[in-house]
């Protein structure tokens, strides 16, 4: 099963189907992470380049 | 009891003794082949061999000296607490996460049922609540799990402290399952213990891994050392005692050198809601899969930010009672090993995140050689084929004018055998040392004693080095696929019997075979002489489809009056959550031999 495309789309839905028993209504919030630096002349080079190789690749 | 803490430098010692050892090694190794390939003058072919025997060797020495690192370092007994009265009671409120996904119901829920028995008996039930978090797919899957989940409350009177709750989108996969949990209802719970589909703890596992994490504030994350249980075909048992014989002692070293930036396996720990709700909101990465989208191998990054954040992450191997279940053929550890290699090659767009401890960014690295490495033997063996054709012609006279007697080239014969010997050392030496260590001290005796280990020791060695070829390919393969943009998806794990017949493996590794003959064949035709040498490899290759049926097949039992391979502790006396577990799911299963939980009275007396 491949990444769902909808994905980003449905985050904001309330998105839980189906429930027994009633889960403890406790928010936490988990805020996102900075995990990559802002883009660079460098590292915009290396996607043009990655792009590349998926683009010739056996994926595409 | 308390754990040990692992001091600064004495990890930073441990790290850097293990890191010039490994890397001492490494360069050891690629001087000796140079010297070796100098014989008959040097080529490029020489180099480029040397440099992939260095980085081989490197790699194999530093998991050498995370072995020996295990079996040197000071060891702490292994419990399986008890609540005495002189230990604090836990205060905490604890959610136990499990989430499924397209799996067989009644074999998870009765392992929830087992677990709940086992608090239930240290009287703590009121400490944990359990949440089934489902991102099942199929819908008829999904409404067995509600009817198995409301046979399970019913049963445990559970009402008020087990939930169920399936996703309509299963957006982040695991790590979006356990996040939605935390953003729904994270507040209610100090502590959360991570589990999988086939993860079953003891009570009283649980309780002390509670205890534990109020006994040190800021400990973000605790992870244990799962076993693997129930293994029952050749391929599954080796690896079963693998996981229960050295694992213990591997993890070990790798605790010594992690220090306060520990591992998170994505299961079979417990996290502080706040620390990780704080510290693990994953980012989705910009791109397509298989670089970009969702965090596949979302646990070694949660344990990464976790230290970012400044909480410890810690393994305590002293903790038993704690099991998983694994793959039972080549197959379904091929199709596992797929899914971590994309994981963790998508790890090289963390490795500059801002503000990682430098032990996290090697972890991401190590991560990334695990699958890479092997590609490092498969290089050398082709350039050494590619070697002979390039090979310059032998010339016995190389001043004609100003000799009288030919030049013969050097033979070095001997260091290629002491480079091989050295390699094959730090294959086998520690596994070796841990077999003699198992039956110095007495471990052995939980594996059928020391010469039943020996024998399950040498075994695993052999098969191990016979499947190595075959493991080999398939990773070369899933490295390629993700070199090549090809995304893997998350399939679902295959639990249970995994008998293969013969056309199924043939089908899955056929491209296998037909390799490993082009390849016998071609060198051959190349240099017959080297065909020999290249048969250890090359069979292996040729008879992948036999060896995968075969060693998915059920193990036989003992011979009369020996103890059975490959036998572990978890098999000779089971932990009463294991006994617990089979009886309620043979009761439940209506199945006839179901066996009696022995010494677990609780269980048993709630669902005689």
Known sequence: ?60 | MPARQTSLPRTWAARSLALVLAIGLGFAAGALFLQYGSGDGLQAMDWLRSGLILLSTFWLAWGACQGLLGLFSRSSPTVIPALADDVPRIRGRTAILVPVYNEEPAPVLARVAAMDASLAALGLSDKFDFAILSDTRNDEIAAAERRWFLRLIAERGAEGRMFYRRRAVNTGKKAGNIEDFIERSGAAYDFALILDADSLMEGATIAEMVRRMEADPKLGLLQSLPKVIEAESRFGRAMQFSASFYSPIFARGLATLQGHTGPFWGHNAMVRVEAFAQSCGLPVLAGDPPFGGHIMSHDYVEAALLARAGWTVRVDVDLEGSFEEGPENIIDYAKRDRRWCQGNLQHSRLLMAPGLKPWSRFVFVQGILAYIAPLFWLGFITASIAAIVLAPELDYFPTPYEQLFPTFPHNDTAKAVELAIGIFGLLLLPKLLIAAHAAWTGRARGFGGGWTGLRSTLTELLFSSVIAPVMLMYQTRSVAQVMFGLDSGWPTNNRGDGTLGISEAWANSRWIALTGLAGLLFVWWLAPVLVAWLLPVGLPMLFAPQLIAWSSQRSGPARMGAARLFTVPAEIAPSPVILAWKHILAVWTGTAEAPSPGPAPEPAAAYA
């Open chain 1, 1 to 60: 099963m491949s990444f769902e495309k909808g994905d980003m789309l449905m985050q904001d839905a309330d998105h839980v189907g189906t429930t027994i028993g009633a889960l403890p209504a406790a928010p936490l919030a988990m805020p996102r992470q900075v995990l990559e630096r802002p883009s660079t002349l460098w590292s915009r080079l290396i996607a043009v380049f990655g792009a590349g190789v998926r683009t010739r690749g056996l994926g595409s």
